[in-house]
């Protein structure tokens, strides 16, 4: 599902305009990464946890070039699912 | 910092950005929420610009074997969801590390090389400044240990320790007199140590004695022949402990001249540049000020008015705070566009910045106009000069 498509149905469901679904969707996802930024973690029940993590700098090889470079440490968002919703994934086939 | 954010505290954050009422933040997070979920355990792809994509990814089906019994077993092929968030997203939650660029390595450095992490090490300062202490603290605890122990002889470090062990028995074995006495005994022997030294533990000897001074005065001639042999043994003992401590101090005070030095620089320097300050909000992270301001300034504060005069600046000058997580190679990325000009900054403030890959978190750091060095940042031949400059300022920071 698209972005579009899903501020239609939450604008269908909530029944107001479609400015301010987008607004709130923009500030609900703005908010996520604000905090996520402090290295805060989201817990949303039912979905899953939204939270940053460090990663280690690390040396990889080109193996077309076999040159070796020096990948720097960065910070990464990650979003773990819940198991609910691993599980109802698991089940399909 | 590491805290854990709910649900009801999101929807508290978020009515009071839209500034809605909480229940239509809530009606509005959850019914996102349901719809999220039904895209996503419905097996869809779920695109949201400002966040990014949930898609559900086939893993193979994989042999793998019980851990318990040891028998092969084969994981059936299934659905996982993964996350891929967008690159605005990417790039907010990076932010700290934004200035880091992939590397090349030389073919001959050491795969576990140590020469070349160094400059990535030095601008890592987040974990460098927890490991950082730890580390030194190992190699001071090194020397001090030998070195405390070549001048005060193994026999007196002995009696150091006994006289301790006997006053302790002393005092709850035999009646309260008796323990009184000795303390007071010790007092003199204590006190001209607390003028000279200073020292804790005997500090919190002689605050007990003159409690006890007005009760035990007639005593203590008969207990002091008994206790005589203690007293020289106390003695003794306080003494090798005061040297010890005076020696690991000044051990400790000789291993950190750069903390000394900074933290003594601090408070003038900090003085100096309050007068960029002043006119605008000292929380402020980069503050511009205007040539007309300082001549304001100079007005109020007339002890830094030969410091401000002193380098009159046709340019508005530039100041940044060392933060967490802000490093001379950041700013450097973030005013001139290329981390390798920092050279330029520890220049412009080799003053107050005793060691480059250390500054401490607060240092007030005036970033000058790269012009004044001639430097301009597009150009890779000047890139070039300032990695070599970089390179000159490690190796004498390391001599």
């Known amino acids: 599902m698209e972005h579009k498509d899903l501020v239609k149905k939450l604008q269908q469901r909530l029944d107001t305009t479609r400015e301010e679904v987008e607004s709130m969707l923009d500030l609900f996802c703005g908010t996520i990464v604000e905090r996520c930024s402090q290295m805060d973690s989201i817990m949303i029940q039912g979905l899953g946890t939204f939270e940053a993590r460090k990663k280690m700098e690390r040396v990889s090889v080109n193996p077309a070039t076999g040159k070796r470079m020096l990948i720097p440490p960065k910070i990464v968002l990650v979003f773990k699912p819940n198991s609910a919703i691993k599980n109802q994934l698991k089940a399909r086939k | ?399």
């Open chain 2, 1 to 399: 910092m590491n805290k854990k954010i709910t649900m009801s505290e999101l929807v508290d954050i978020l009515a009071q950005k839209h500034n809605c009422p909480k229940r239509i933040a809530e009606n509005f997070v959850k019914e996102l929420l349901t719809l999220m979920t039904d895209t996503i355990s419905s097996g869809e792809t779920l695109r949201i610009n400002g966040l990014g994509v949930f898609k559900p990814t086939w893993v193979e089906e994989r042999a793998s074997v019980n851990v318990q019994t040891g028998e092969p077993t084969v994981i059936p092929g299934h659905y996982k969801l993964t996350f891929t968030p967008a690159k605005a997203v990417r790039e907010a939650i990076n932010e700290p590390f934004a200035c880091f660029c992939v590397e090349e390595l030389p073919d001959d450095a050491p795969i576990v090389a140590d020469a070349p992490l160094v400059d990535e090490m030095g601008d890592d300062s987040a974990d460098e400044e927890a490991e950082a202490p730890a580390t030194e603290d190992k190699n001071i605890e090194q020397p001090s240990v030998s070195e405390t122990a070549t001048p005060v002889p193994s026999e007196q470090e002995v009696p150091a320790e006994q006289p301790h062990f006997i006053e302790k028995e002393e005092e709850v074995a035999p009646a309260e007199i008796d323990e009184k006495a000795i303390e007071n005994v010790e007092e003199p022997t204590a006190d001209p140590v607390v003028a000279d030294e200073e020292q804790a533990p005997v500090i919190a000897e002689d605050t007990t004695a003159p409690v006890v001074d007005e009760t035990s005065t007639p005593i203590v001639d008969a207990t002091n022949n008994n206790s005589k042999a203690y007293v020289k043994g106390i003695w003794q003992g306080v003494l090798a402990t005061v040297v010890v401590f005076v020696v690991a101090i000044a051990l400790l005070l000789l291993c950190f001249p750069t903390y000394r030095t900074t933290l003594s620089q601090l408070p003038e320097y900090a003085g100096s540049l309050f007068a960029h300050n002043e006119p605008t909000a000292l929380s402020c992270d980069t503050i511009e000020v205007a040539p007309v301001d300082t001549a304001v300034v100079d007005s109020i504060v007339s002890d830094t008015l030969s410091l401000v005069v002193a380098e009159p600046e046709v340019l508005p000058v530039v100041v940044d705070t060392i933060r967490r997580g802000v490093f001379l190679t950041n700013m450097s990325y973030k005013h001139y566009g290329h981390k390798a000009f920092w050279v330029y900054i520890y220049e412009e403030n080799s003053h107050i910045i005793s060691n480059p890959d250390n500054v401490p978190v607060g240092t007030v750091i005036t970033i000058p106009p790269l012009e004044k060095y001639g430097v301009d940042a597009n150009d890779t031949t000047d890139i070039n000069v300032a990695l070599e400059k970089a390179r000159l300022i490690k190796q004498a920071m390391k001599r």
